[in-house]
């Protein structure tokens, strides 16, 4: 843990609870209904609204929905082949089985699956604004306390263990705190203010709140995920390019090398040449079901008078980090515990190389992680929480944040902030440095952030809403020296993780790589393939 002094928080609001949820996405809502069914007092606080932020929210998503039996055992192989030996069996498994227990809570409680050619339920994918929507209502109904527009801003210490968070109302400036017998973080990945669908609540929040306290990160290195869209928009759906040809400017089709299709777009766009798309798979029918059930894929076509069907477009590629990467917070059991006693990590928050391996589990993986993820905290959460007894709201607390909160040196407030998050951007962003990875580059990226950590640590604060793009700024900065950490130990190719200089994937590093630290970056290897997860 943070060895600074710690200081005690001041805040305008304080509230005290059993279990608080921080993030209002699939796996918070999942954790804060889990641990109200365990007869916790649960207070979800989120950065956004809860129902409308996050990834999912504006989003169709695919999720596992396969009942014991080949279909599922299929999938397990299937994955686990995919996985570049990172994932595991029996997460795998268990995963799957509580996604379709989670799914089958939902249609039971009244959520409109819609229904196949036979007349039974589809449960295997979920309308995001819908879904979300439900799941805000179900989390009310259950006695959840949902504080909207709450981002938190760092987690409280005391007796030895995580006693709640404290944040801010940008709106007001006013301060709040909550204290509870155990903290979920569901905050979510880091896309770096990319832009990507959904994903600019996403800044590292959660991964820094919990390095301050002293967990670990795992999979960092696997961060490089580009989701492709339209150029003129943010949209990162994929399933509308399953209906798409590409083409080079010229008219010709997009080579065929072999390797991965973003990586062949990637290569053209970096050669300084257009990608072209034309959605001219499939028949009228398709196209029209496609239109209905991928609105918001097609409002940024029809606002500038195109047909994605008929015309082609140009194409990019836009980072989404480790919110359909893979990295994130160490857990250390079957209940998404982290080593701090009092926190756990669900959804994107935490680590998911258990699933996926070095791979995206953009739709069905995380989707399902999300429900098996949040419902196991939550309930483990609230457990904890009673352990505690009437000890819990009397304890005396600590606030663990530091940098861009209670900077070292003489405050700095406005133009440090925008600066801070720019040069982030620049050594995370480019397809050039990130997408491709070579040593000298990561090299230059770590000295440049370690740079600009400097800096946010001896100067960075703000005040009102400038408190929160402050803290943003810190967290982006710490998850990108995290992941160049990672990069940097990994000498191979493997996944998303592609280096010029070290292009082949070498079975010896078949293992988990571990970062942890805030001002000096930590990094090491698991000394063994894979390390089980009780």
Not at 8 to 14: G, L
Not at 67 to 92: N, Y
Not at 146 to 158: F, G, N, Q, R, T
Request: charged share 20%.
């Amino acid at each position: 843990m943070n060895t600074k002094t710690f200081q005690v928080s001041t805040a305008q609001s304080v509230i005290t609870t059993d279990v608080l949820v921080l993030g209002g996405g699939p796996a918070g809502s999942w954790a804060a209904l889990s641990a109200a069914k365990q007869g916790a007092r649960v207070v979800l606080a989120d950065k956004g609204y809860c129902g409308t932020s996050g990834a999912t929210a504006p989003s169709n998503t695919g999720t596992w929905y396969l009942p014991k039996g080949a279909e599922r055992d299929a999938e397990i192989e299937r994955r686990l082949s995919r996985s570049s030996g990172l994932a595991d069996r029996r997460w795998l498994q268990r995963v799957i089985e509580q996604a379709q227990i989670g799914l089958d809570d939902l249609g039971d409680n009244g959520y409109p699956f819609p229904f196949d050619e036979q007349g039974n339920p589809y449960r295997a994918n979920l309308r995001g604004p819908d879904y979300m929507r439900f799941m805000r209502q179900r989390a009310i109904a259950a006695g959840v306390r949902i504080l909207d527009h709450h981002p938190a801003l760092e987690l409280l210490w005391a007796d030895g263990a995580i006693a709640g968070a404290a944040g801010i109302h940008p709106r007001t400036g006013n301060r709040w705190e909550v204290r509870a017998g155990a903290v979920v973080l569901a905050t979510g990945g880091c896309a770096f203010l990319s832009h990507a669908l959904g994903c600019d609540g996403n800044t590292g929040d959660g991964y820094l709140m919990a390095a301050e306290a002293g967990v670990r990160l795992s999979g960092m290195e696997f961060s490089s995920q580009y989701g492709l869209s339209p150029a003129h928009t943010s949209v990162t759906k994929g399933l509308t390019f399953t209906f798409a040809s590409f083409y080079l400017e010229d008219g010709s089709p997009l080579p065929e090398t072999g390797e991965d299709r973003a990586v062949r777009i990637a290569r053209q766009l970096l050669a300084g040449e257009k990608v072209y798309a034309l959605m001219n798979r499939g028949n009228p029918i398709e196209h029209e079901w496609l239109r209905q059930g991928q609105p918001n894929c097609f409002l940024p076509f029809e606002r500038i008078g195109l047909d994605p069907f008929q015309q082609p477009f140009p194409v990019t590629l836009r980072s989404e980090g480790t919110v359909r990467g893979v990295g994130g917070l160490e857990i250390i059991n079957n209940d998404c515990a982290t080593k701090v006693p009092g926190l756990y990590a669900a959804g994107d928050a935490a680590s998911r190389e258990n699933l996926t391996g070095a791979v995206s589990g953009g739709g069905s993986p995380n989707a399902s992680w999300a429900i098996a993820s949040g419902t196991w905290s939550g309930r483990a959460a609230a457990l904890f929480a009673a352990s505690l007894g009437e000890k819990a709201g009397t304890r005396l607390v600590r606030g663990l944040g530091q940098a861009g909160l209670r900077p070292r040196k003489q405050p700095l407030e406005d133009e440090l902030i925008s600066e801070a998050i720019s040069a982030v951007q620049a050594e995370t962003l480019p397809l050039d440095v990130n997408f491709f990875r070579s040593g000298a580059r990561i090299a230059l990226s770590r000295q440049r952030l370690d740079a600009i950590w400097a800096d946010i640590s001896d100067y960075l604060v703000g005040e009102g809403r400038n408190a929160l793009r402050a803290r943003e700024a810190a967290a982006m900065a710490a998850t990108a020296r995290w992941i160049w950490g990672s990069a940097d130990a990994r000498k191979e190719s493997r996944g998303m993780h592609r280096r010029t200089d070290f292009t082949k994937t070498d079975v010896q590093q078949t293992r988990r790589i571990f970062t942890s630290g805030i001002d000096d970056v930590v990094v090491v290897a698991a000394e063994n393939q894979l390390q089980e997860v009780a």
